[in-house]
Structure formats: C-alpha cells, structure tokens
C-alpha cells in the first residue's frame, strides 16, 4: 500500500541557512510526488510536484526536490531560508486511481526560522 | 486563480448538534475533497466526490456525510457532533485527471477549525 513517511516533526533552523525537510514514500510503481506547504492559518499550497525525467524538480519560493528512487526519498530543499518559510512542509503521494487526484499525506514537518 | 471558500473560519458546537460545513469553488473542478487535520497525523481524507451526487468514503467517514448537489459547493454533515470531532477540517477541489496529464493540484480552502464541547 502506498505511504508516506516525514521523519521530522519539527525543524528550527537561522534565517538564511539552508534547510532539508526528508520524505520517504513507498509506492508500488514510479511513483507521483508532492510538496506542499501551509503557512499560518491558510489551506495547502502546492510547491512542486514530481511526475517524471528530471529527478531533480524546481517549485515556487525558491524550493526545490530530488527525487531518489534507490532511497526511496524525495527531500525538499532551500539554499536560504527566510523568516516568512516558516510553515508546515507535507509530503504527499497518490491514492488510487490517477484520475481522482487523491493523496496520502504525511504527518508533516513544522519549520521554525530563528532571526 | 482558483478560490476555494469554506464557509466558517472558526465554529463552536455542542455535542449532539448537527453541523454543516460548506465549501465552494469557482473553477468549475470535478473532484472535491474534505480533509482532516489533527496534529501529528497530517492530513486524512474524509469523504471525496467526483461528481454532482456522486461520493466515495474516504479513510476516516465515520460520524460523517457529504452533500454534492451542485458541481461547486461540497457540504460535509456531522449528523451528531462528539468532542473527538474537534479538528481543523480542510476542503479542496482538483480537476479530474486523464491518463499521461497524471494528477492534478489540489487546491485548499482554509479551513475551519471546529470545536465541539
């Protein structure tokens, strides 16, 4: 059964270090990827989506995801971060048909920035 | 840009009462989707319909319904509100996939976030 797993509850990092929230997946055949992200008291936003060729995928905000098949992983990545990044980070991956455009979520991922 | 409006931003309510939760888009998406979100679960899917009427049970519908009379709007019914249904509820809509397109975005509301004591 497809799954997704966000190790990390929380993360603080500084403003303008560089950040990397883990995702893995388990999903039976080349799998759809998702990043999404909910800043305080709003619904999800999507960030960036894998579907195929470039394993490496560019989102909005600056974000970017690599997608590695042998690890199972699909991590998202900032160079810097901002102070208006903080948010919770989901992973996500399909449920089902393609067509519905279900997903399975992780648990998510709290990132704090320090001044 | 695609707007999804959920009705409340914050609701109060008694156990036992009966609770509507609506939710509109404005872009004419077949798939529409309640999700709930509690802390250290994400989120999990509720109810989704694909079309006017037409409704599937997601991973939690228990204590849960869902009205689609209208291709926009997308009603989530607790017919008798408990205290454990105390969450963040999330609505989203998609436009129905086809094939080598794969999926499409979800697109969010901002939730409502129920109390029920």
């Known amino acids: 059964a497809q799954s997704v797993t966000q190790p990390d509850i929380h993360i603080t990092v500084s403003e303008g270090a560089s950040l990397e929230l883990r995702c893995n997946y388990s999903?039976?055949?080349?799998?759809?990827l998702f990043w999404y992200v909910q800043s305080p008291g709003q619904g999800l936003q999507l960030l960036l989506k894998?579907?195929?060729?470039?394993?490496l995928v560019q989102g909005i905000k600056g974000f970017e995801a690599e997608f590695k098949r042998s690890q199972s992983s699909f991590n998202l990545r900032k160079p810097s971060v901002h102070w208006s990044d903080a948010a919770e980070y989901f992973c996500a991956v399909p449920k089902g048909s393609s067509n519905t455009g279900k997903l399975i979520f992780g648990q998510g991922t709290t990132l704090q920035v320090k001044p | 840009d695609v707007k999804v409006t959920q009705s409340s931003r914050y609701l109060v309510k008694r156990t036992g009462e009966k609770v509507f939760l609506e939710c509109v888009q404005d872009?004419?998406?077949?798939?529409m989707f309640w999700y709930r979100q509690d802390p250290g679960l994400g989120l999990r899917l509720i109810y989704f319909s694909y079309d006017v009427k037409m409704k599937e049970k997601g991973d939690i519908p228990e204590g849960y319904s869902v009205s689609r009379e209208k291709k926009e709007r997308f009603s989530l019914i607790l017919e008798s509100a408990s205290t454990n249904q105390t969450s963040m509820y999330l609505c989203?809509?998609?436009?129905w996939g086809q094939g080598a397109r794969g999926y499409s975005p979800l697109h969010f509301g901002n939730g409502t976030r129920l109390t029920v004591t």
């Open positions: 989203a809509s998609s436009l």
């Open positions: 999903y039976g055949a080349t799998p759809y």
């Open positions: 894998y579907f195929s060729g470039d394993t």
């Open positions: 872009m004419d998406h077949e798939n």
